[in-house]
């Protein structure tokens, strides 16, 4: 079984927002599923990128608990944008080397994910989204 050397330190990382740091604990084919796009973001550089754009976004990522079944993992964290607050799981899974290679994003409540997307998705080609109540859809 591997062990978590690779993913505490890239948990750490992420709490000092370094990106550079997070990169030699990613496998070079991960794989990144986010709430920010519909499609998948792959490789080592290409989720570097993500990882960049939302640390220059939001105010704080904070590392909480850590829970694991063999190489699977569920990292828990909060993420701080202005007044909104995250509540964040990410599934991780390590290869047979320890490296994370692949990634599963959960973010709630809704307004505060929508708030972070709005900034995020631009920045990595995608379109803003906005959050309308049903009775004031067109």
């Known amino acids: 079984m591997a062990t978590t050397e690779h993913l505490d330190a890239y948990l ?3 709490g000092r927002r370094d990106v550079e740091g997070t ?4 496998a070079d084919n991960v794989v990144l599923r986010s709430p920010i796009a519909p499609a998948p973001f792959e490789g080592r550089e290409s989720v570097a ?3 960049t754009q939302l640390l220059d976004v939001v105010d704080a990522f904070e ?4 829970l694991r079944d063999g190489p699977d993992f569920v990292a828990v964290f909060t993420i701080r944008l202005g007044d909104d607050v995250i509540d964040g799981m990410d599934h991780m899974h390590l290869d ?5 290679d692949s990634m599963t994003v959960a973010w709630r409540p809704l307004p505060a994910v929508v ?3 709005q900034k995020l998705a631009p920045k990595l080609g995608g379109k803003a989204m906005m959050l309308v109540p049903v009775d004031q859809s067109l």
């Open 63 to 66: 590392p909480k608990l850590l």
């Open 96 to 100: 047979d080397a320890g490296l994370v």
């Open 12 to 14: 750490k990382a992420m």
């Open 115 to 117: 708030a972070v997307q």
């Open 23 to 26: 990169k030699v604990h990613l």
């Open 49 to 51: 990128n993500v990882l």
